[in-house]
């Protein structure tokens, strides 16, 4: 006899119908689960590549530390200052005339002291402060002759108020020397007018009026 009834279907029953809805909803997360982490991998090599310093999404820009900050202060000059006028320095006197030399001074308002030797000719052989030094106005420079102080003649300056013979002796070359004092005439004068000297040779001036000595006190008549 042949058995007519046909064997169930293995996927039209229940259970089983069941389990592969089951699955299926399970396969459906896992793919969305992994396309997520798939989402989230693939974007942190971007995040990684952003340039250094550059700050993230949403924060706050902060400005830069005291420490880091670029300096706007400016050094202070180091160089040494000087009361000197600018430009003004010791004339090139070396090797010119001594009388060229000390004009060349006073013309620049500056001292001068010659000191003659015992050699030939009229020569500046050196200087101090030496050629070429910054030098403030009214110093003195010591120049050095080759050879002896010349002779010179003294000008007559007895006629004259004392601070004019001074001037006149100064560009004889030679030295006032007070007696009495800088103010009114000159009543006299050693060496003598027209007499010879040398250079740097003194002149002593006596100046001022002449103060008359009162008489002396005669003696009491006696009694």
Do not use: H
């Not at 003659?116 to 000719?121: A, I, R």
């Not at 100046?207 to 008549?221: F, I, Y």
């Amino acid at each position: 006899m042949t058995d007519e009834q046909q064997p169930a279907d293995e996927g039209t029953r229940p259970g089983r119908a069941r389990l592969l809805v089951s699955g299926g909803l399970a396969v459906v997360l896992l793919a969305v689960i992994g396309a997520g982490v798939g989402w989230i991998l693939a974007g942190e090599p971007e995040r990684r590549a952003a340039p250094a310093g550059t700050p993230p999404v949403g924060a706050t820009p902060t400005s830069a530390s005291p420490s880091t900050a670029p300096s706007t202060a400016t050094a202070s000059p180091t160089g040494t200052r000087t009361s000197a006028p600018a430009g003004l320095t010791v004339p090139e006197v070396v090797g010119a005339d001594f009388e060229q030399a000390r004009r060349d001074l006073r013309e620049r308002r500056l001292g001068w002291r010659l000191v003659f030797g015992t050699g030939t000719g009229r020569t500046v052989e050196r200087a101090s402060p030496p050629p070429g030094t910054p030098v403030k106005r009214g110093i003195t420079v010591t120049v050095w002759v080759s050879g002896p102080a010349p002779a010179v003649t003294v000008p007559a300056v007895d006629t004259l108020s004392c601070s004019d013979a001074a001037d006149d002796l100064v560009d004889a070359g030679l030295y006032p020397r007070y007696a009495t004092g800088r103010q009114g005439p000159v009543t006299a004068q050693d060496p003598v007018a027209r007499s010879t000297a040398r250079w740097n040779d003194q002149v002593t001036l006596t100046c001022g009026n002449a103060v008359s000595t009162p008489p002396a006190a005669s003696p009491s008549p006696t009694p």
